[in-house]
């Protein structure tokens, strides 16, 4: 936002304050782990595998669950930020493919990353919650969380967010910890993640474009976009269109020239017709866009 658009400016200026300085060192994973370790208690022993894409998290995850009580088989956690092996993103599903595969030859439990789907709205009523649709990104949803006094949060792209028993802001292995948790509560892992609805859906979808046209194109759709199946139309954050069987969103990304798209529905012709309506209004404002669905 503008805070970081004042930095660079500064920093283009060459605005920046001068003298002396000093730094410390000080390696606080012991203190980390044993924060979790000292909190979080499963039920049984679990065996799982932790797939790291080469991120930060495989210099700690590992030692973390095992020190939880887990049999953890790794997958690329040693630490390389040029990603040789995949990219560490979840919410993509060809970042899963080594996993997947490592897991038809194990007999490991999986842990899933969250999706922002509609089903999360009638869950949490169901259960004396209040659900609350926020804007993509990671300091809007801490703001918010701080607004509310919400005690947990989730992105579509797998951070969430626990107040409750930790500290209101997303950690990756905390998160893991808290899953398997529950999950060593469970008679029957299988049919707990069965019982979870299922819906037809699509990863992020992304249509790169020239920078900032992305802004310009999407305050225009919100201006314009007609949509007269919608049950309900959200403009909080680009454009999240609600139908009776499904959604589709479309919003710019906050860190690339790009509009991201996710489509959902109950079934397949429903995810097509709530896909059609998209296409129509995407190339009503620009036709010669190039449309990955």
Same mark, same amino acid.
């Given at each position: 936002g503008d805070?970081?658009?004042a930095?660079r400016?500064r920093l283009?200026?060459?605005?920046?304050?001068?003298?002396n300085?000093?730094?410390?060192?000080h390696d606080?994973?012991?203190?980390?782990?044993?924060?979790?370790v000292g909190d979080?208690k499963?039920?049984?022993?679990?065996?799982?595998?932790?797939?790291?894409?080469?991120?930060v998290?495989?210099?700690?995850?590992?030692e973390?669950?095992?020190?939880?009580?887990?049999?953890?088989e790794?997958?690329?956690?040693?630490v390389?930020?040029?990603?040789?092996?995949?990219?560490?993103?979840p919410?993509?599903?060809k970042?899963l493919v080594?996993?997947?595969?490592?897991?038809k030859t194990?007999?490991?439990?999986?842990?899933?990353?969250?999706?922002s789907?509609?089903?999360?709205f009638s869950?949490?009523?169901?259960?004396?919650?209040?659900?609350?649709?926020?804007?993509?990104?990671?300091?809007?949803i801490?703001a918010?969380?701080?607004?509310?006094? =919400?005690?947990?949060a989730?992105?579509?792209s797998g951070?969430?967010?626990f107040?409750e028993?930790?500290y209101?802001f997303?950690?990756?292995m905390?998160?893991?910890a808290r899953?398997l948790e529950?999950?060593?509560?469970?008679?029957?892992?299988?049919?707990?993640?069965?019982g979870?609805?299922d819906?037809?859906?699509?990863?992020?979808l992304?249509?790169?474009?020239?920078e900032?046209?992305h802004y310009?194109?999407m305050t225009?759709?919100q201006?314009?976009?007609?949509?007269?199946?919608?049950?309900?139309?959200?403009?909080l954050d680009?454009?999240r269109?609600?139908y009776?069987d499904?959604?589709g969103?479309a919003r710019?990304?906050?860190t690339?020239?790009v509009?991201?798209l996710r489509f959902? =529905?109950?079934t397949?012709?429903?995810?097509?017709?709530?896909q059609?309506?998209?296409?129509?209004v995407?190339?009503?404002?620009a036709?010669?866009?190039?449309?990955?669905f």
């Open positions: 805070t970081i658009q930095l400016e283009e200026q060459g605005n920046l304050t001068s003298g300085g000093s730094y410390s060192q606080i994973a012991p203190a980390y782990l044993d924060r979790i979080i499963l039920a049984r022993p679990m065996k799982i595998i932790v797939d790291s894409g080469n991120g998290p495989g210099a700690f995850g590992p973390l669950y095992r020190r939880l009580g887990c049999t953890v790794e997958l690329f956690c040693e390389d930020g040029t990603f040789p092996n995949h990219h560490p993103d919410s993509q599903p970042n080594d996993l997947i595969a490592a897991l194990s007999d490991a439990e999986i842990i899933f990353d969250v999706k789907t509609r089903n999360l869950w949490i009523r169901e259960r004396g919650g209040r659900p609350l649709l926020w804007k993509t990104g990671h300091s809007f801490k918010k969380m701080k607004e509310t006094g =919400a005690l947990l989730g992105e579509m951070h969430v967010f107040k028993r930790w209101g997303d950690d990756g905390y998160a893991g899953l529950y999950l060593s509560k469970q008679d029957d892992i299988n049919a707990t993640l069965h979870l609805p819906t037809v859906n699509t990863p992020e992304n249509i790169t474009m020239p900032g046209e310009t194109l225009k759709l201006q314009t976009a007609t949509f007269p199946d919608a049950t309900e139309i959200i403009t680009g454009l269109v609600e009776a499904g959604f969103l710019p990304s906050n690339t020239p509009i991201v959902e =529905a109950d397949q012709s429903a995810l097509e017709h709530i059609a309506d998209f296409r129509r995407f190339l009503d404002a036709p010669d866009l190039k449309l990955p």
